[in-house]
């Protein structure tokens, strides 16, 4: 969540979604206490219409907070997780033990733990977003027209949040502090894999919320099984958007199944293409920073396309240079006639994210081609050129359609921390209200104030 973090670009594992999330059965009203069980942080059971409820109501009250009444908030659900380490640990120890049983793999594993360095870490960035500029109120834009009546256009919080996302309770005290921050109560709905330690880290956070005087039922952690993903991707009316974060068929599933407005935070399937005017140097050092420094995440590289001008020369050093930090290319016949090693590639390996130490590559003719490859596998994330000529840099940039688009500098940059933003719930691929790293004036709509002295319309 916080600068250098890369929470928001974070998905779950190899990219498959949570089975319990893909596929969210027809809605179901969860009246029952066995399927609730302490997981609401709640004293009894209540449904999902009743948080849904609680949630509209904490809302209308957080919209009119001040700035300091939320700061403070922020302050107080840091200190409280601070508090519950102990509890927090040991409820992820559940987690861990149930998901190594499960045969979770590795790479999940690490995702779904917490230490006291990672409870630190999610304290301290919510004392971070209590130091950043607070977005509601702010003008927009403002004109007097010339009758006198004056138009205002100001910033105003979105209202109740859905936040759907896969085993990373962390995402728990982010999504819950950036939703505050910016205004809006969250109804927060992790995967069953990481349930005891969501509702640990819930159960902290709504403990601050009561000192405070920010309502606690901004902040709700909703049961764990699927059926409450339908409810609340049905909840038109109670909830204002859903913002899913994690793998690929999770997001597909509350895309095409929601009656919510869903913010699309995106899979990145991000392409280089290396010019024939490119600095190879540079080249092959952006290539390695965008695939090997974190190869889990969304704004990696997953694609490497050549131009057939350099390919005799630039390919066998991109291949050692990859092989080095134990990259396995997948490529085309053009760049596979330079290794041995190089496995054939697949329709799916370029069609798809890795999201480990696996890459793409192929030769193509000229940028036309190049162009034409990454409108066909783009996600819409992030793609990068490496050239020296300013006509490619400036052609590639107009004509490529995708959140960020890079020219001579790693993907590894789109990242909410390293734009400055300090906060980011996650990374945006659609093009509606939001694209890109989704910071606190994102979580926010705008609404126009309207002052006239008895003005009327002739």
């Keep these: 969540m916080t600068a250098g973090g890369d929470e928001g670009a974070d998905h779950g594992g190899s990219g498959r979604p949570d089975p319990e999330e893909d596929a969210p059965r027809p809605a179901e009203r969860l009246r029952h206490p066995d399927r609730c069980g302490s997981v609401t942080a709640y004293p009894a059971c209540v449904s999902f219409h009743d948080q849904a409820s609680r949630a509209r109501s904490a809302a209308r009250a957080l919209a009119i907070a001040s700035t300091a009444q939320k700061n403070d908030a922020l302050q107080a659900m840091a200190d409280a997780l601070m508090a519950a380490t102990e509890d927090i640990l040991a409820a992820n120890a559940v987690d861990i033990d149930a998901g190594e049983r499960a045969g979770m793999a590795v790479s999940l594993i690490d995702r779904l733990r917490l230490t006291?360095?990672?409870?630190?870490?999610?304290?301290?960035?919510?004392?971070?977003?209590?130091?950043?500029?607070?977005?509601?109120?702010?003008?927009?834009?403002?004109?007097?027209?010339?009758?006198?009546?004056?138009?205002?256009?100001?910033?105003?919080?979105?209202?109740?949040?859905?936040?759907?996302?896969?085993?990373?309770?962390?995402?728990?005290?982010?999504?819950?502090?950036?939703?505050?921050?910016?205004?809006?109560?969250?109804?927060?709905?992790?995967?069953?894999?990481?349930?005891?330690?969501?509702?640990?880290?819930?159960?902290?956070?709504?403990?601050?919320?009561?000192?405070?005087?920010?309502?606690?039922?901004?902040?709700?952690?909703?049961?764990?099984?699927?059926?409450?993903?339908?409810?609340?991707?049905?909840?038109?009316?109670?909830?204002?958007?859903?913002?899913?974060?994690?793998?690929?068929?999770?997001?597909?599933?509350?895309?095409?199944?929601?009656?919510?407005?869903?913010?699309?935070?995106?899979?990145?399937?991000?392409?280089?293409?290396?010019?024939?005017?490119?600095?190879?140097?540079?080249?092959?050092?952006?290539m390695i920073n965008a695939k090997v420094q974190r190869p889990s995440v969304c704004n990696s590289l997953e694609t490497l396309l050549v131009h057939s001008a350099i390919a005799e020369e630039f390919v066998p050093k991109a291949l050692a240079a990859l092989a080095e930090h134990g990259v396995t290319v997948h490529g085309d016949p053009a760049i596979a006639a330079h290794g041995e090693q190089v496995v054939p590639a697949t329709e799916d390996d370029f069609t798809g994210e890795a999201l480990s130490l696996d890459l793409s590559a192929a030769v193509v003719p000229d940028l036309d081609a190049a162009l034409a490859h990454i409108d066909r596998y783009s996600t819409g994330h992030s793609e990068t050129v490496v050239t020296d000529s300013l006509a490619v840099a400036q052609r590639f940039s107009a004509e490529v359609d995708a959140a960020a688009v890079l020219v001579n500098a790693s993907s590894r940059f789109v990242d909410g921390g390293e734009f400055g933003f300090g906060a980011e719930i996650g990374i945006s691929t659609q093009k509606l209200h939001a694209r890109g790293p989704m910071g606190l004036p994102e979580m926010t709509t705008t609404k126009y104030l309207i002052s006239g002295q008895g003005q009327l319309r002739g």
């Design 116 to 286: 006291e360095e990672r409870i630190g870490a999610m304290a301290e960035g919510l004392r971070d977003l209590a130091a950043l500029p607070d977005p509601v109120g702010e003008v927009v834009r403002g004109w007097i027209a010339p009758n006198g009546v004056q138009y205002t256009q100001v910033r105003v919080p979105l209202g109740v949040i859905g936040m759907i996302y896969e085993a990373r309770p962390n995402v728990t005290a982010d999504a819950a502090g950036i939703c505050l921050k910016s205004g809006n109560a969250v109804l927060l709905k992790g995967s069953s894999s990481a349930h005891a330690s969501n509702t640990a880290v819930a159960q902290a956070l709504r403990t601050g919320l009561a000192g405070s005087a920010v309502p606690d039922d901004a902040v709700q952690l909703l049961p764990a099984p699927r059926e409450v993903t339908a409810e609340l991707m049905q909840a038109r009316g109670l909830v204002d958007v859903l913002i899913p974060r994690g793998g690929a068929g999770l997001i597909e599933a509350v895309v095409t199944g929601s009656v919510v407005p869903v913010i699309e935070t995106g899979t990145g399937n991000c392409h280089l293409y290396v010019d024939a005017a490119a600095d190879q140097q540079m080249a092959l050092q952006i």
